[in-house]
């Protein structure tokens, strides 16, 4: 399988700090894959680097073979990387439908009517919605829009930041039928993780994040059984592991 | 029935005002409201374009409709070349980095106002236009302050209507609303900034081309003006822009009928009453969340 995102060596972190190390990662077409890690492992960190909202401080970024360095965040998302960002970063005072156009602002007509047909078909709900302005949405629903949005863009790569954060058991469920559905459609998943388990149990293969660093890299089904990932939660240091 | 038309009067003149304030503040509101970056060399910009159409009409006779045309293209490219040049430099997600903006156009104010004074000197000049009175009924109206109040509410309902119902304006909108959101949508936020300042400028540039008739300017009057229009935008909720109506109109009415009920001294300190009154009772503005960009 052709690799379709490549980071190689990456560092980088904030201000000066640097917060990820020497990560090296790949994820092949059509593979659904988890990062896992504990809050502030550097997780979300990697995903800004990916996406160009931070500086490199070392290594390559290739996306389809291209090296990323010089692309600015909006042509890394052209290039198509759809990206639902932690917080999810909606504009709260537009309704669901303008938010969902904005996604496909540079599509003609015709292509947006299909777009947006295409979101409704995989959140039936937000159909019914989609005059509602996404403020007065609940936390599942604002997902489900923020997912949608960067379905929009007409990604061949989706990668999610903490889709879960925030969400009750049963709504996670829900969210995580849907990027089944999606990767069930021929679309590359890379998902974020704090929630080790929803994660794990959607994705085929699994990183676990340890302070920036990738500790480990497995098939998803081994990583759920494993009572060491529990550990790089913990943190190794804690008498709690160790005992 | 004398009462009931001196109340009239006060009360379509206070709008009038509040019409021309409001046109005063747009530019700031919109920089604001989508960058988050207090301009606090606004006021200069009104003045300078003032003084501009001042020279305009020094040289030849030319009136606003000259004057707001080469007033609004010109400072248009200023505000191009201040966020290329300056503001664009300023991570704003880096620590202090709104204050690092503040501190920016405050020096860039400095600079302005004292490049006007070299050319225009220090004291107070208008420009002799649009002086007769109008009769509405029985009422009396400088016809100054009606065409400015008419322009300037003609001018913020296209704004209103560009952000709403275009393209471009729904991107400026989502911008404001979430620039995160609005770069995972492929926009270029950094060039929707560059717009946005540009045309924040260019606002303050027509506003002060066409006020310039009605309220004379001097080189050093931008920092009060930058004060007026700043107390406005907070009013109505900052970044908002029903609110800033709503705020500009209560201004103009409070104003007009505090000078004529108690002198025009008192009348500015009512206003700032009433400004810190709000401030304590609803700190986001009249309207809260509703009507944000």
Redesign the interface.
């Known amino acids: 399988m052709p690799e379709l995102l490549q980071l190689q060596q990456v560092s980088g972190g904030y201000?000066g700090r640097t917060v990820v190390h020497e990560v090296s990662l790949s994820i092949a077409e059509g593979e659904a894959v988890a990062a896992v890690g504990a809050n502030g492992a550097g997780k979300t960190t990697l995903l800004r680097l990916i996406?160009g909202?931070l500086p490199l401080s070392g290594g390559q970024v290739f996306f389809a073979g291209r090296d990323l360095a010089r692309l600015?965040?909006?042509e890394r998302?052209?290039l198509g990387i759809g990206?639902?960002?932690e917080g999810?970063?909606?504009?709260?005072?537009?309704t669901v439908e303008?938010n969902l156009e904005?996604?496909a602002?540079?599509a003609s007509r015709a292509d947006l009517r299909q777009r947006l047909a295409y979101i409704y078909q995989i959140f039936p709900k937000l159909q019914r919605l989609r005059q509602t302005r996404c403020?007065l949405l609940s936390g599942g629903e604002q997902q489900m829009v923020t997912v949608g949005?960067?379905l929009?863009?007409h990604p061949r790569l989706l990668i999610l930041d903490e889709p879960s954060t925030g969400l009750a058991p049963r709504v996670v469920g829900e969210l995580y039928q849907a990027l089944r559905a999606l990767h069930a459609g021929g679309l590359t998943v890379f998902v974020v993780e704090q929630n080790a388990y929803a994660a794990l149990r959607f994705a085929q293969r699994g990183y676990v994040f340890e302070d920036g660093h990738i500790t480990r890299v497995a098939p998803a089904a081994e990583l759920l059984h494993d009572p060491r990932l529990v550990e790089s939660y913990v943190g190794r240091a804690s008498p709690m592991a160790s005992s | 029935m004398l009462q009931l038309q001196t109340y009239l009067l006060l009360l379509l003149t206070g709008i009038m005002w509040g019409g021309v304030y409001l046109l005063m503040a747009s530019g700031l509101n919109l920089i604001y409201g989508v960058m988050k970056v207090v301009n606090l060399a606004h006021g200069d910009f009104i003045v300078v374009a003032g003084l501009l159409a001042v020279t305009l009409y020094g040289a030849f006779r030319a009136g606003p409709a000259l004057a707001i045309p080469v007033a609004t293209l010109l400072f248009l490219l200023v505000g191009g070349l201040v966020y290329r040049g300056l503001l664009a430099r300023v991570e704003t997600t880096?620590?202090q980095g709104e204050l690092r903006t503040l501190l920016i156009t405050f020096g860039l104010s400095s600079i302005i106002s004292n490049i006007a004074l070299l050319i225009w000197g220090g004291q107070y000049q208008s420009v002799p236009f649009f002086q007769s009175a109008v009769h509405l009924g029985a009422l009396f109206f400088p016809e100054s302050l009606l065409v400015s109040s008419l322009l300037a509410f003609a001018l913020a309902f296209a704004v209103q209507l560009w952000l709403t119902r275009t393209?471009s304006g729904?991107?400026v909108?989502?911008t404001a609303?979430?620039e995160?959101?609005?770069?995972?949508?492929?926009?270029?936020?950094?060039r929707i900034r560059l717009l946005t300042f540009a045309l924040g400028a260019a606002m303050a540039g027509a506003a002060g081309a066409l006020t310039v008739v009605l309220i004379p300017v001097q080189a050093a009057s931008g920092g009060f003006m930058t004060v007026q229009a700043f107390t406005l935008i907070a009013l109505g909720g900052l970044g908002n822009y029903l609110g800033a109506l709503l705020a500009a109109i209560l201004l103009g009415v409070i104003e007009v009928s505090s000078s004529y009920f108690l002198g025009a001294s008192a009348a500015s300190a009512v206003i700032y009453v009433i400004f810190i009154l709000v401030l304590i009772v609803r700190p986001q503005g009249l309207l809260g969340?509703r009507g944000?960009?």
């Open positions: 201000h996406m909202q600015p965040p909006f998302v052209r990206y639902v960002p999810r970063a909606l504009f709260p005072e537009m303008e904005i996604g602002y540079r403020r949005r960067a929009m863009t | 880096a620590p393209r729904r991107l909108r989502a609303q979430s995160l959101g609005a770069a995972s949508c492929g926009l270029n936020t950094g969340q944000r960009i």
